[in-house]
């Protein structure tokens, strides 16, 4: 099992800048991809990006060219580097690792997830 600890969230306003990080301990050499997913009050948890084992980076098109994943040499870190945030970037955005090497959208397919950190962006 991987244990998966997120911070970096908080309140900024609309335009600014935030930095999560996800650190993984455990089995985390059995983790193959790592993904961000995030969560709206009365939406569905959706996907936002992934890193999978080699490196290959995906986003769903509403994020591209704002939002980067990044991940340590150790491949313990994953951090997800959020530019020009937008009030519809407000969400619960959890960490999640998957022991397959494709990063997928669906969230039933990942096994391991943190607790979640809370973005709030303020118009």
């Known amino acids: 099992q991987v244990q998966l600890v997120e911070s970096g969230g908080g309140v900024v306003q609309a335009g600014g800048s935030l930095r999560l990080s996800c650190t993984a301990s455990?089995?985390?050499?059995?983790?193959?991809?790592t993904a961000w997913f995030r969560q709206a009050p009365g939406k569905e948890r959706e996907f936002v990006t992934g890193i999978n084992w080699s490196g290959n980076t995906y986003y769903t098109d509403s994020v591209k060219g704002r939002f980067t994943i990044s991940r340590d040499n150790a491949k313990i870190t994953v951090y997800l580097q959020m530019n020009s945030l937008k009030p519809e970037d407000t969400a619960v955005y959890y960490c999640?690792?998957?022991?397959?090497?494709?990063?997928?959208?669906?969230?039933?397919?990942?096994?391991?997830w943190g607790q979640g950190t809370q973005v709030t962006v303020s118009s």
């Open positions: 455990g089995r985390t050499a059995t983790t193959y991809a």
């Open positions: 999640a690792a998957r022991r397959d090497p494709p990063v997928v959208a669906t969230f039933r397919d990942y096994t391991d």
